[in-house]
């Protein structure tokens, strides 16, 4: 049994999942983690907290999600903190969709939620404590011009956070959901064509803050909900996108 708290991070590989483990490393977390490179492993040991990585643990399929978990009660005793993020980002008008382009959006965006929060939520419910964060998009929030499916999961998966923190909360366990656009991280540029200089200031001024997002900053975000520094909200939704949504 660990003495301090323990937080899951499913994936570590991109995006925000390294800031994240180094801000909850600076908060005393120890931690299972989902992918890490070697480097980012030896930094989080250089905190003085411990680090368990775990192998395939960000596919976030229902085997992925079971053996995070199973890892982090083997090694610590108890989960305190978890956070997921996933998707797929599909783009183009509804009109020229297609059944498999739905089915990829669902995998992605939904199905690994579920796998998560059904794989978390339970043991924290016997704890009696815990706080979970679903990392959806703000794409969620209204509706999203050349990204229906993906606007569509993504507000279905936004949803089923709140069912769940409903069905939890009076067993002390929080969930609540942050999303995220206009992130500077290379799945965004990629999908959007942002890596060309021109199409980046287009899109950064669709933004009210006339910009794109920092992983530094969104890792600081979410810390409210996961560090245990603030226990009475759950079942929230939260976009972070620089007052588009």
């Known amino acids: 049994m660990s003495s301090r708290p323990v937080a899951v991070i499913a994936d570590a590989r991109f995006y925000v999942g390294p800031e994240l483990c180094r801000h909850l490393a600076a908060r005393g ?3 299972v983690v989902g992918d890490p490179t070697d480097a980012l492993v030896e930094e989080i040991r250089s905190h003085g907290v411990q680090i368990v ?7 976030l399929d229902e085997t992925a999600c079971s053996h995070l978990v199973s ?5 610590f005793g108890r989960i305190d903190s978890a956070v ?14 297609t059944i498999d382009h739905l089915r990829r ?3 992605g965006c939904l199905e690994a939620p579920y796998h998560f929060l059904r794989a978390l939520t339970p043991l924290m419910a016997d704890q009696g404590s815990g706080q979970v964060l679903v990392i959806t998009s703000a794409a ?3 509706p ?19 069912n769940v923190a409903a069905e939890v909360a009076s067993h002390g366990v929080q969930v609540n959901a942050v999303g995220t656009n206009f992130m500077d991280f290379p799945g965004f540029l990629s999908a959007t064509g942002a890596t060309d200089p021109a199409i ?11 910009r794109l997002g920092t992983m530094e900053e969104f890792a600081a975000f979410c810390m409210v909900f996961l560090d245990g520094s603030s226990r009475f909200t759950t079942g929230q939704f939260v976009a972070y996108a620089g007052g588009w949504a």
């Open 29 to 31: 977390f120890d931690m």
């Open 53 to 59: 990585p775990v192998p395939g643990g960000s596919s």
């Open 71 to 75: 890892v982090a009660i083997e090694h």
């Open 84 to 97: 997921m993020f996933s998707g797929d980002i599909v783009t183009g008008p509804f009109v020229h969709s």
């Open 105 to 107: 959006v669902v995998s």
């Open 140 to 142: 969620g929030a209204r």
């Open 144 to 162: 999203t011009p050349d990204a229906p499916l993906y606007s569509a999961v993504r507000a279905g998966a936004t949803m089923l956070v709140k």
């Open 200 to 210: 980046r200031a287009r899109i950064e001024a669709r933004v009210p803050m006339r």
